[in-house]
Nanobody, 123 residues
Framework: QVQLVESGGGLVQAGGSLRLSCAAS????????MGWFRQAPGKEREFVAT????????SYANSVKGRFTISRDNAKNTVYLQMNSLLPDETAVYYC????????????????WGQGTQVTVSS
């Protein structure tokens, strides 16, 4: 059973940056495609970014392309999400997730989830 723990959230002004981390235990992260999602109050969970198991192929939601970067360090069993030029409507709880099938863009394709980290972007 893989456990995922996110960190790095917080309060940032619009236009600022944050780097989220997702540390895994109980499993080898390189066996999984990894993804980041976010969920704002009253809204559905939304895909942000995903990265493949080994070759670090990535895919992003159109809304974050060019501003967010997903990366992984399999030696550290950690996945990252660098977020730049943040917008107020990107305030949400950000979740990382692991998928045995590899890269994926919908929540139901993921097998394991972290508890989330709050990101608040002030205007």
């Amino acid at each position: 059973q893989v456990q995922l723990v996110e960190s790095g959230g917080g309060l940032v002004q619009a236009g600022g940056s944050l780097r989220l981390s997702c540390a895994a235990s109980g499993g080898t992260l390189s066996h999984y495609g990894m993804g980041w999602f976010r969920q704002a109050p009253g809204k559905e969970r939304e895909f942000v970014a995903t990265i493949s198991k080994w070759r670090s192929t990535t895919s992003y939601a159109n809304s974050v392309k060019g501003r967010f970067t997903i990366s992984r360090d399999n030696a550290k069993n950690t996945v990252y999400l660098q977020m730049n030029s943040l917008l107020p409507d990107e305030t949400a709880v950000y979740y990382c997730a692991a998928a045995e099938r590899g890269m994926a863009t919908t929540p139901r394709e993921y097998d394991y989830w972290g508890q989330g980290t709050q990101v608040t972007v002030s205007s």
